[in-house]
C-alpha cells in the first residue's frame, strides 16, 4: 500500500514537471520565434527602408495607368502591366486567372438645385445605380438622417420625391448603409431618386461614390453622392421651411459581364511548396482619382514585398504568394474566383494577409481566425495570436509591431469563412476616409516612406509565416469542393 503511494506521488510529481517542461518548451519557442528570425527581419527591413521599386510600380500604375473599374480598359491594361512585370522579376507560377466581372458604365452625369435658388452641385453616381429618362429627373427633396425618419414619412410623403440621406458620420461601417440598401428602401416608398451625403467625415466639396447593394427582385432607383456641404445646406433649407427641388441627370448602365483576371505569383515554397501563404490586395479601384491608396498601394505593397524577397534569395518554407485579386470594389468575385480555385485544398492555405486600407503611418496587424477569435479563451486562436504578437515584434523597430485581434479583409475572406486563419494590415487611418472612392484618390496623398514601411511588414509576416517549422493552427477538415 505504501509503495503504490509513493508510486503514485512519482508518478504525479513526473507529470507536474513534464507538464511544467512542456509550458516552458512553449514559450521558448515562443520566445525563439522572435529570435530566431531576428537576423533575417533586420536584413528585409533595411532593403525594404530603401526600396525604390515599389513606389516606382506605384507611380506607373497611378500615373500612366489611372483608375480601373471592372469592365474597363484601364483595369485589363494594368491586368497586362502586372503580369509581364511579374514575368521579368523572376517570380515563379506567373498566371492569370480569367474571372468574369460586372460592367457598369457612368456615362454623363449632373445634378443641379432649380428651385428655391439655381446652384449646380458636385456629385458621384452610385456604383451599379440605374440611369435616369432621357430627360432627367426633377422633384422636390425630402431629407432624413435615418432608416427610422424614413419609414414614419410614409408613402405619402416621400413618394415622387427624391430622398436625401442627410446622415452623420459615424464611421464608415455604421454610416455605409446609407449608401448601400437606402435606394431599395427609398423606391418601396415610391421615391424616384436617392441622394446620399458622402461617406466620409471631412469634406473639401467632394463627393464619394461606391458600390449600392442591388438585389433581384427589389425595386431599385436612380441614386448618387453629394458633398457634405450641399446636403448639409438642402438640410437647413429645408429645416427653414423652403422647398427645394433639384434635377438629377444619369446616364448609368450595366453591360453584360466582361472578361477579367485575378495576377498572381510566388515564390514557391523550398520544403512545402504544396501550403501557401497568400497576400495581396485589389487591383481594380472605381473610376475616379487614381485608385492611389484604394488599393493601389495595398497591390504594390504586397507585389514588392515578394519581389524583395527574391532579390534577397529568401526562400521560405511553404510557398508565398501574392494575388492581385479583381473587382472588389463592385462584386468581389476576384476573391470568389481565387477560393473557387483553391476548392478542397483550402486547408493548405495556412494563412492569408490582405491591405486594402491605404498607406498612411502603419502601427501592425489584426488577426482573425473565423469561428475561433469570437471566443476570447480559445486556446487555439490564443496560441496563433501569441505566435502572430512574436512575429510582430520584429517589426517594432519602425512602429508597427502591434498584432491585435480582429483583421483580414474583403478578398481574403471567402478563405477565411472556410478556416483559413486572416491577418488585416493596420494603419493610423487618419484621412483614408478623406479621399476614399473620390477624384481625390491621386498618388500625391501617398507617403513613399509609409509605403516602404509597409513592404517591409507584409515582407517580415509573410515570409516568417511561410517559414516556421510549424502551421498557426493546424489545418481543419477539408469542406467539400465548390
Not at 511579374?86 to 506567373?94: F, P
Not at 438645385?113 to 422633384?139: D, N, Q, R, Y
Request: glycine share 12%.
Amino acid at each position: 500500500m505504501r509503495n503504490k503511494s509513493k508510486g503514485r506521488a512519482a508518478l504525479a510529481v513526473a507529470v507536474v514537471l513534464l507538464a511544467m517542461g512542456s509550458a516552458g518548451d512553449a514559450r521558448g519557442q515562443q520566445t525563439s520565434l522572435t529570435d530566431a528570425y531576428r537576423a533575417t527581419a533586420d536584413k528585409i527591413i533595411a532593403a525594404a527602408m530603401q526600396d525604390k521599386g515599389g513606389w516606382d510600380k506605384l507611380n506607373y500604375l497611378t500615373t500612366q495607368i489611372g483608375n480601373r473599374l471592372a469592365g474597363s480598359a484601364t483595369l485589363e491594361r494594368a491586368v497586362r502591366w502586372a503580369a509581364e512585370t511579374m514575368r521579368g522579376e523572376k517570380l515563379d507560377n506567373v498566371r492569370v486567372q480569367a474571372v468574369k466581372v460586372p460592367h457598369w458604365v457612368r456615362g454623363r452625369e449632373y445634378a443641379q438645385v432649380v428651385a428655391p435658388v439655381e446652384k449646380p452641385m458636385a456629385m458621384l453616381g452610385l456604383g451599379m445605380s440605374v440611369g435616369t429618362p432621357a430627360k432627367g429627373i426633377t422633384a422636390p427633396v425630402v431629407v432624413v438622417t435615418t432608416f427610422e425618419e424614413l419609414e414614419a414619412l410614409g408613402r405619402d410623403k416621400v413618394a415622387g420625391r427624391i430622398v436625401l440621406f442627410d446622415m452623420p458620420w459615424q464611421g464608415y461601417g455604421r454610416t455605409v448603409r446609407f449608401r448601400s440598401s437606402g435606394h431599395m428602401r427609398a423606391a418601396k416608398l415610391g421615391a424616384v431618386a436617392v441622394l446620399i451625403r458622402s461617406v466620409t467625415g471631412r469634406s473639401l466639396y467632394t463627393p464619394h461614390t461606391g458600390a449600392m447593394d442591388v438585389k433581384a427582385g427589389e425595386p431599385t432607383v436612380p441614386a448618387a453622392a453629394i458633398t457634405v456641404e450641399d446636403a448639409a445646406w438642402i438640410h437647413r433649407m429645408v429645416d427653414a421651411g423652403k422647398e427645394v427641388r433639384v434635377k438629377l441627370y444619369m446616364e448609368a448602365k450595366m453591360l453584360p459581364d466582361a472578361d477579367s483576371a485575378n495576377v498572381m505569383g510566388e515564390i514557391t515554397g523550398s520544403e512545402k511548396p504544396d501550403e501557401v501563404v497568400v497576400m495581396g490586395g485589389h487591383i481594380d479601384s472605381w473610376d475616379v482619382g487614381q485608385g492611389a491608396e484604394d488599393d493601389g498601394s495595398g497591390i504594390i505593397s504586397a507585389w514588392q514585398a515578394v519581389t524583395l524577397l527574391r532579390q534577397l534569395g529568401l526562400r521560405p518554407r511553404r510557398t508565398l504568394r501574392v494575388v492581385l485579386w479583381v473587382n472588389e470594389e463592385n462584386g468581389g468575385r476576384g476573391g470568389e474566383a481565387y477560393r473557387a480555385m483553391v476548392g478542397a485544398e483550402i486547408g493548405k492555405h495556412v494563412a492569408g494577409i490582405e491591405m486594402d486600407g491605404g498607406s498612411e503611418k502603419p502601427s501592425g496587424f489584426g488577426f482573425s481566425i473565423v469561428n475561433m477569435d469570437r471566443n476570447a479563451n480559445d486556446p487555439r486562436y490564443q496560441a496563433a495570436l501569441a505566435k502572430v504578437q512574436q512575429i510582430g515584434k520584429l517589426l517594432e523597430g519602425i512602429g508597427a509591431g502591434e498584432v491585435t485581434p480582429g483583421g483580414g479583409g474583403s478578398d481574403i475572406g471567402p478563405l477565411m469563412r472556410d478556416g483559413m486563419p486572416g491577418l488585416g494590415l493596420r494603419t493610423a487611418g487618419e484621412h483614408y476616409f478623406d479621399y476614399h472612392h473620390t477624384n481625390a484618390d491621386t498618388l500625391d496623398k501617398v507617403d513613399p516612406q509609409n509605403v516602404r514601411k509597409a513592404v517591409a511588414m507584409l515582407a517580415v509576416m509573410g515570409y516568417v509565416l511561410a517559414d516556421m517549422p510549424e502551421r498557426l493552427v493546424e489545418a481543419a477538415p477539408a469542406p467539400n469542393p465548390r
